[in-house]
């Protein structure tokens, strides 16, 4: 099997893609719509690309997309935690770091370390986790790089400090995708969007009613802009029920009902709860 990802090697997105297929041929590309458009075209079988972060909230990119497609479905999900590593040439001390290399999310994702241990030494943006790395190795000066320890596997540096991050329960959330979803587990979940033709109050809050008469758990919910004009948006949810079931038939069919226009990303196996990795 063909699995694409968001590149270059060395990345979480590269963790999360080998963790899911761990057998398949894992396929490298450049951007989002890169990757998403390779499925689409059936160049690959599925890809796996980022939808949330636990610290960030939502990849708008990915959820857009979904919004957009009439041809691709979620098929599954997973997360992986988010532990920064700080890595050098082989050799190199950390006292002797003057310059650090990171993309600009994990610089901000650690900056209790970089102030306390390495106050010393100047934060550089880098284009990606495993640029940071190739920056580091290619620099002048003596330098470090901040990110997952594969990237150190693959790029032949030494990791010096492991879990650097500020926030121990940092997990990004991936999605899997591929043109269909998946049949019932007992375990699933469901992604939906929907808007309102009109703006009136009770709307939203009548919508959410109909979990709640159904027993449904909604696990997230967010909002995007449809672009057609200032204060109208599409609502997405993920709620704890598959689309075949009968009470997520029922479920899905009164919320259609409520909405302009409804569409349902995709139902697939749930993940398991993540666990909770000491105080934040």
Partial sequence: MKLGYLGPAGTYSEEAAYNYEPDAELVAYSSIPAVVNAVEKREIDQCVVPIENSLHGAITDVLDFLVRTDDIMIAGELAVPIDHCLMVKPGTSITDITVVYSHPQSLGQSRIYLEGTLGHARAVASLSNAQAVIDMQESDA???????????????????????????????????????????????MTSVAFQFSEDEPGLLYRALGVLRENSINMVKIESRPTGERLGRYTFLIDMELHRADPIGRETIEKLRAMSSWFKVFGSYPRMEELPIRGEA
């Fill in 142 to 188: 003596v330098a470090g790089a901040i990110g997952p320890r594969r990237a150190a596997e693959i790029y032949g540096a030494e990791v010096v400090a492991e879990a650097i991050q500020d926030n121990p329960n940092n997990y990004t959330r991936f999605v899997v995708l591929d043109d269909t979803d998946r049949p019932p587990t007992g375990h699933d």
